[in-house]
């Protein structure tokens, strides 16, 4: 999964799908199964039923990504998770993603300097 945070607009309130499925690398129909799986994911839909996700939306999808793809919990687990640690999941997720961040800005740091 990609880094939203160089491929999001900060002026942008609301994305389509298709941007979240390219930003976050994954397919549209898996959005869309996830969306009806968890109910942290609400997108706003227009009158012809598009979906419109926020920043927050986007996060609680990359939650779920990493519950499910890179910690293989089942859908079942991640949601049971979810429900349990309502706060502290989404908290530890969040120093997660700050963690790899900085790990990315040094080794982009490394990489300069090495040429």
Known sequence: MTQ????????????TIGEVAKMLDLSTSLIRYWEKEFDIIKPKKNKK???HF????????????????????????????LKENKGGTEHNF?????????????LSMKKELDD
């Open 54 to 81: 926020t920043t927050g939306d986007i996060d609680s999808i990359k939650l779920i990504y990493h519950l499910v793809k890179e910690r293989g919990m089942t859908l079942k687990g991640a949601k049971q998770k």
């Open 4 to 15: 939203t945070s160089e491929n999001q607009n900060k002026d942008k309130l609301y994305y």
């Open 49 to 51: 039923g598009n979906r």
């Open 94 to 106: 969040e120093i997660i993603q700050k963690l790899q961040d900085i790990k990315d800005m040094l």
